[in-house]
């Protein structure tokens, strides 16, 4: 089977507004389909930056710049899309209906449970009721929280415990069956249990959804992950296979970082 | 060892500052119970003023004080949302040192400034004109009450937003808001507070009436500018009927803010 690629990082470089030097510098990265990329590397190493440039989240502030490609996948016509290229509000928000996003910390929306997953379908022009619930619920049963909610739906989302919010947020972006899902670091405010649970979750959602995570963690990234990135300092300095990264690394520096002599 | 002492001596230092604190506000409550309290009667709330009782001023200062509210937080949201959300750079900095700066304007010049405005060119005084008296005093509190609680929601919370596909204005519409909205409440409520008990803008814009009416373009009656004028008569019955009133209005403006904390209290 040829290897497809839902996106495409090419000769990337990005600068932040108002900063001397770019943040990221020349990145070349694919993200292979129906599979999980782990982005890692020392803090302030550029993967947050690079992660939140797939979903253009960074546009939601003035100034920065970006050079270079980002390829998108249209499954339908089979042609790739530049999302540097997008300019209009329309089309970021068709952008980020296909590339969702988890966040480090849970942030459920100060509304119901439901309304939590409803919030991203009703935004997307879904009014009918019936294909509301039916979308909702679904959600929640791909996101292996709904045993948890299902007779709490009406509650407010706040009143989850900090793991459960964090899935109703995979569960809030899953619901708009986006081909990429973004995670920031997902579970790094959580407790292991917590933490065991998403990953699971994360297993079972590659099937319909690519995956980039950036993660800090490393046995996180080995046991996720089909494919691992190694950036430093706004370089990227080794992506292949992640048992390669983690057991033969052809770069020095990768090697000491995944052996934690060094981040 | 000496470490406890000066803990002890630290911690009953900020008890007395404390309790001077609240001794004066017993005092103010006492005194003005103790010389209401010959017309203290249930008859204040249903005579008005020219039969001896307050219910008319009470009506009037609430009226003026709620158009002020109704016309003043929705402009005053809107500029705080603008500052907060919007507003980068230079342009937004100016309007909130502006705002800041007319939060403390001398009342007296609001009132004077909209007798120039309103009352000179419309002929007289008018509740009209006290009510917008009431509002240039409360744009400035919503506006700066609406930009802190605004900057008090996590940003995270804002993107998560965007990243479901939402436009930044449903973003603020309908999660932003709805975060900050106890905060806001109570700003609204504080802000609500300070305006009901203020005398200086009413001064010349609205004037006081003994009559009831609910004609906003004649005199109209309030609670605060009647306590002025009754506390200058020469008789002890208007004196009396000024401390009543005075401790009445004090009440109004306690109770309304122990509501705005205890929302704080309760959910902030």
């Given amino acids: ?263 | 060892m000496k470490r406890l002492i000066i803990n002890k001596i630290a911690l009953s230092l900020s008890v007395l500052s404390a309790l001077i604190g609240l001794v004066f506000l017993a005092w103010i409550l006492v005194t003005l119970f103790s010389k209401g309290i010959n017309s203290l009667s249930f008859s204040l709330f249903t005579q008005d003023l020219i039969n001896g009782g307050l219910r008319n001023l009470i009506f009037g200062q609430f009226l003026m004080a709620l158009i002020a509210t109704i016309i003043g937080v929705p402009l005053g949201m809107m500029a705080g949302i603008y500052l907060r959300e919007y507003g980068h750079g230079k342009y937004a900095n100016i309007i909130r040192d502006l705002s800041d700066i007319m939060m403390s304007a001398p009342s007296i010049i609001i009132g004077s400034f909209v007798f120039v405005l309103i009352v000179e060119p419309f002929g007289s005084i008018n509740g009209w004109a006290g009510s917008i008296a009431l509002t240039i005093m409360l744009i400035p509190i919503v506006v700066s009450t609406t930009d802190n609680m605004l900057s008090l929601v996590p940003k995270e919370l804002r993107e998560a937003g965007i990243a479901l596909g939402g436009g930044k204005h449903q973003v603020i519409l309908s999660i932003i808001l709805k975060a900050a909205r106890v905060g806001l409440m109570t700003g609204i409520l504080l802000g609500f507070a300070r305006i009901i008990g203020e005398t200086a803008p009413l001064l010349f814009t609205s004037g006081t009436n003994s009559f009831w009416t609910t004609d906003l373009n004649n005199a109209f009656p309030s609670l605060t500018v009647s306590i002025y004028n009754l506390a200058n008569f020469p008789t002890d019955k208007a004196r009396d009927l000024a401390w009543a009133a005075s401790f009445i209005l004090t009440m109004i403006v306690l109770f309304i803010n122990i509501v705005g904390r205890f929302f704080t209290r309760d959910k902030g």
């Fill in chain 1, 1 to 263: 089977m040829a290897k497809k690629l839902i996106m495409d990082i090419k000769d990337f470089s990005f600068r932040y507004a108002g900063a001397e030097k770019p943040s990221l510098m020349s990145i070349n990265l694919p993200v292979h389909k129906n599979k999980v990329t782990a982005m890692i590397g020392p803090s302030g190493c550029g993967k947050s930056t690079l992660l939140r440039a797939l979903n253009r989240i960074h546009d939601l502030y003035p100034g920065h710049e970006y050079q270079g490609k980002i390829n998108l996948l249209n499954s339908s016509s089979g042609e790739n899309e530049n999302i540097l290229d997008i300019k209009k509000e329309n089309d970021f928000i068709k952008l980020r209906q296909r590339v969702g996003m988890i966040f480090q910390k849970p942030t459920p929306f100060p509304m119901s449970i439901f309304d939590n997953v409803a919030y991203g379908l009703k935004l997307a022009g879904i009014k009918n009721k019936t294909i509301l619930e039916e979308k909702v619920v679904s959600a929640l049963q791909g996101s292996a929280i709904w045993t948890e909610v299902k007779d709490r739906l009406k509650e407010d989302a706040m009143g989850l415990s900090g793991g459960q919010q964090q899935r109703l947020c995979i569960a809030r972006a899953v619901a708009l069956r986006p081909e990429v899902l973004l995670l920031d670091e997902p579970t790094s405010a959580l407790d292991p249990i917590s933490t065991g649970a998403i990953e699971e979750l994360v297993t079972e959602l590659k099937k319909d959804i690519s995956i980039v995570i950036v993660t800090h963690n490393m046995q996180q990234a080995s046991r996720l992950s089909d494919y691992t990135a190694f950036m430093y300092i706004g370089k990227l300095i080794e992506y292949n296979k992640t048992d390669k990264i983690f057991l033969n690394p052809k770069e020095k520096l990768t090697e000491d970082y995944v052996t934690g002599r060094f981040g």
